[in-house]
């Protein structure tokens, strides 16, 4: 199943946090080979983590992690505009959230990576949003192809392997549909489990500044009617 929680209920649920970072050191600078900060217990963290993200995580049968990715608002501090903006000029909404450090646990089923988008769907139901923003390699990018859930490319740089894009979500009912397939999972059943962790994950940080500052607050958002979707994979 999915769950969506807040930096500081990591503690929560201390093997999906460990198993979460740990796996994110496998992948990130075992597999891939990436420049990343891992500690000594073995766990990639990154400066993002310490800012009050939101971690969606599916969660095994068996209460392990089976692969993640952080959720962070565009109005504060984000990958995107810290370093890609190159790519994607600077993006800042309260209805734009950044989606990074999509991993996949070794040996996760092949429905996963699905799943996960399936519940950024709902998420973005459930916040308000309009569009997710994100940072991916080729091989993500492979990834989200075929699962039906493309981004629209706002940019890219290298080549191979070694290309990282930048690009946007949004949801649509024909795109939610091919995703639910590929994940052997019914849309409802993912909006319940992210309604179950949404009231006690609230939004990061900035977006809750935002509010205090003036700006429209998520909770003014028109909610989308049940079977409709407002925004679209492509």
């Given amino acids: 199943m999915l769950r969506l929680l807040s930096a500081d209920r990591l503690g929560d649920h201390p093997r999906l946090a460990e198993e979460m970072f740990r796996h994110r050191a496998a992948q990130f600078r075992?597999?891939?080979?990436?420049?990343?900060?891992?500690d000594a217990t073995g766990r990639e963290r990154d400066a993002y983590d310490d800012l009050d993200p939101?971690?969606?995580?599916?969660?095994?049968?068996?209460?392990?992690?089976?692969?993640?990715?952080?959720?962070?608002?565009?109005?504060?501090?984000?990958?995107?505009?810290?370093?890609?903006?190159?790519?994607?000029?600077?993006i800042a909404s309260p209805f734009i959230w950044e989606v990074t450090r999509f991993c996949l646990a070794p040996g996760a089923e092949r429905r996963v990576a699905a799943a996960l988008m399936l519940g950024g769907g709902a998420v973005m139901?459930?916040?308000?949003?309009?569009?997710?923003?994100?940072?991916?390699?080729?091989?993500m990018e492979r990834i989200y192809t075929r699962i039906g859930a493309a981004p629209e490319v706002l940019g890219r740089h290298g080549t191979g392997r070694d290309?990282?894009?930048?690009?946007?979500?949004?949801?649509?009912?024909q795109a939610e549909t091919r995703v639910a397939a590929?994940?052997?999972?019914?849309?409802?059943?993912?909006?319940?489990w992210i309604a179950r962790d949404f009231d006690a994950a609230p939004a990061p940080v900035p977006v809750r500044s935002a509010r205090a500052c003036g700006m429209a607050p998520l909770a003014a958002r028109p909610r989308v009617p049940a079977g409709r979707a407002e925004a679209s994979w492509p």
């Fill in 30 to 38: 075992d597999r891939l080979g990436w420049d990343v900060r891992v």
């Fill in 125 to 139: 139901r459930a916040a308000g949003l309009d569009h997710l923003l994100g940072v991916f390699d080729a091989r």
């Fill in 54 to 90: 939101l971690y969606l995580i599916w969660q095994r049968a068996d209460g392990g992690h089976g692969g993640s990715f952080r959720l962070m608002p565009t109005v504060g501090r984000c990958m995107v505009n810290e370093h890609f903006a190159d790519l994607a000029g600077r």
């Fill in 182 to 192: 590929r994940a052997g999972l019914s849309s409802d059943l993912v909006a319940r």
């Fill in 163 to 173: 290309r990282i894009g930048v690009g946007l979500w949004r949801l649509t009912p």
